[in-house]
Each structure stands twice: as C-alpha cells, then as structure tokens.
C-alpha cells in the first residue's frame, strides 16, 4: 500500500505539472528573469505605445565664445575713371566799367576850374566816378587844388581835395563822385595857384555803371 501511495503522488505531480488549467498561471507563478526574449513568439510586440513628451527643460548655460575667425583678404582696387572733358568759355558778358585816360599836362592853370586833365561823357543812369592824377613838381612848394564835377557845375564838385606838391616831388590825389543823371560830361581839373611848376600825370577816370547809388 505504501509503494501505491507514493507511485499516486508522484504521478500526481507529474500530471499537474504538464497538465495546467487554461488561465491559471499568472504573475505570481512566474519567476522572475523566467521568460526572455527568446522564448517570446516572433510577432509579439514588447514596445508599448509612445507616451506624451515631457515639460521642456531650463535653458543650459551660456557657451563659451568661440575664437575669431582668420581676416578675410583686401579686394582688388577699382580702375580710376577717365577725367571729364573741359566745358567751353562762356562768352563775355558786356562791361559795366570804362576807363579814360589823358595824357599828361604840364603848366596847370592858375585859377578855378583849372586845367582839365582827363574828361568823358557818360551814359544815363547811376555811375560812379573815380578820378585820379600825379602830380609832379619842379618848382618851389606848390599847393594844387583838384575838383571832380559834371558840366555846368564846377561850383558844386562831386569832390575836391587841396594837397601841397613838395619841391622836386609827386603827390598823387584821387578824387570820387557818384551822378544820377541823362548822358552828361564829367570833368577832373587841377589848378595851381600860380605856385611852382605842377605837371600832372597819369590821369585817368573811372566810369562805373551801378543800379543805384546811396
């Protein structure tokens, strides 16, 4: 009876290990490290489905700056350009400017309005006049008395001016004036005072046409 006993429960044990119900092996029967990969049917997946992503991270710290790079090469220079050519003169614009001369008279009068070293006759409009002489002087001391004026009015010159011409000397008198007027005369005479002997040189007198006079 004995030897039945233990060939029963032995080959009840035998039975149940391969014999198991349908459903009845779970996590707790399973050793763990007991099923591997190889023992995993070929078409069975283990990777289960992506989970959502995660919170974004802090900022990572501030990298080190990186070396300069190497100097780029000079470019080539550019071509000079041609030089432009020269514009044409213009043609003269008329003059507003007249200069008479005279030549040069020796023994003055002695009395007002003298001798008329340079005269000329100017346009209408506003001019101005400029009149200038040497004087030179071979005799004694000399005093010489000059006007500027229009025709008909020797007695109320434009300018005047008295000068003494020393003995053997020069003195140069230059005398300004301004009309307003039609075409006229303008006049520039010296007298002496019957003193010395007075030559007067390098005369001239200059007309300029302005557009007013103040």
């Not at 591997?36 to 992503?53: H, W």
């Not at 700056?65 to 000079?80: H, R």
């Amino acid at each position: 009876m004995s030897t039945i006993a233990v060939f029963i429960v032995l080959g009840g044990g035998a039975y149940a290990a391969t014999k198991l119900p349908k459903n009845s092996v779970g996590t707790k029967q399973i050793k763990n490290g007991a099923v591997t990969k190889a023992k995993l049917a070929k078409n069975l997946t283990t990777t289960g489905p992506q989970g959502p992503a995660g919170q974004q991270g802090p900022a990572g710290a501030k990298g080190d700056k990186g070396d300069k790079g190497a100097d780029g090469t000079n470019g080539t220079n550019g071509t000079n350009g041609t030089n432009g050519v020269d514009g044409q003169d213009g043609a003269r614009g008329p003059s507003d400017v007249s200069v008479f001369s005279g030549g040069a008279i020796s023994g003055l009068d002695n009395n007002s309005p003298g001798t008329s070293v340079v005269g000329a006759q100017v346009v209408s409009g506003d001019n101005l006049l400029i009149g200038k002489t040497v004087l030179s002087n071979t005799g004694t001391v000399a005093t010489v008395n000059c006007i500027l004026f229009q025709s008909g009015g020797a007695g109320t010159p434009l300018d005047s001016a008295q000068v003494e011409v020393p003995q053997n000397g020069t003195q140069t008198v230059t005398l300004t004036g301004g009309i307003s007027t039609g075409s006229n005369f303008v006049f520039f005479s010296c007298f002496d005072n019957n003193e010395g002997t007075v030559t007067a040189n390098d005369n001239k007198l200059t007309v300029l046409k302005v557009d007013q006079l103040h």
